[in-house]
């Protein structure tokens, strides 16, 4: 079904993902404004606007929106890399080494901030967001086609749906990072 999100028509797949139909996409602050509502209505409190049009395309690009509470579940991906651009709001993305170890921080916020505002991962390994501001809104680009196979969940951490266990793992990974800034 096409409908509007401010000026961009778009195709509604579910109430987390769009897909931009124009052949130019064109994305400004009314329509951040808008997902950034809509992602607020959302039981996983996210939302995307694909900018390519189809699954098997060879280049993904979308524009995604977070709240402070979407839980991202460790994943890694395979034979893909990913990159991530900050356009508001203050992450931690956290990378895992095979275990659950916490390997590295990366601090990242929008280019004002100070902070890293762009990364890419071009290697297989298991990484989280810990979002630190009210709302995060990001440009990802990865390499399609899109195959659910290519991304693998670690087992160590909780299940998208077991609320409990994300809390517990979210609040064990948060007291890690504390004790881990507290000793550098």
């Keep these: 079904m096409q409908t509007l999100l401010g000026s961009l028509r778009v195709e509604q797949i579910n109430d987390e993902v769009l897909v931009a139909v124009d052949p130019i996409v064109k994305i400004g602050r009314p329509e951040i404004q808008l997902l950034k509502e809509r992602a607020l209505r959302n039981p996983r409190q996210r939302i995307r606007i694909c900018a390519h049009k189809r ?27 990913e990159s991530f651009h900050v356009i508001e709001g203050i992450v931690d993305v956290i990378v895992f080494d095979e275990t659950g170890t916490v390997a590295e921080v990366i601090e990242m916020g929008d280019f004002a901030s100070g902070r890293r505002f762009y990364y890419r991962i071009d290697a297989p390994v298991y990484h989280t967001l810990i979002i630190r501001s009210d ?5 990802e680009t990865t390499s399609g086609p899109f195959r659910r196979e290519d991304t693998v969940f670690a087992s160590w951490a909780p299940e998208d749906g077991d609320l409990e266990g994300r809390s517990a793992f979210q609040a064990r990974l948060l007291e890690q990072l504390k004790r881990g800034r507290a000793l550098s």
């Design 55 to 81: 699954t098997d395309d060879p280049l993904h690009e979308m524009l995604i929106v977070h709240t402070k509470d979407t839980y991202v579940r460790p994943h890694k991906h395979f034979n893909k890399s």
């Design 135 to 139: 709302v995060l809104v990001f440009h």
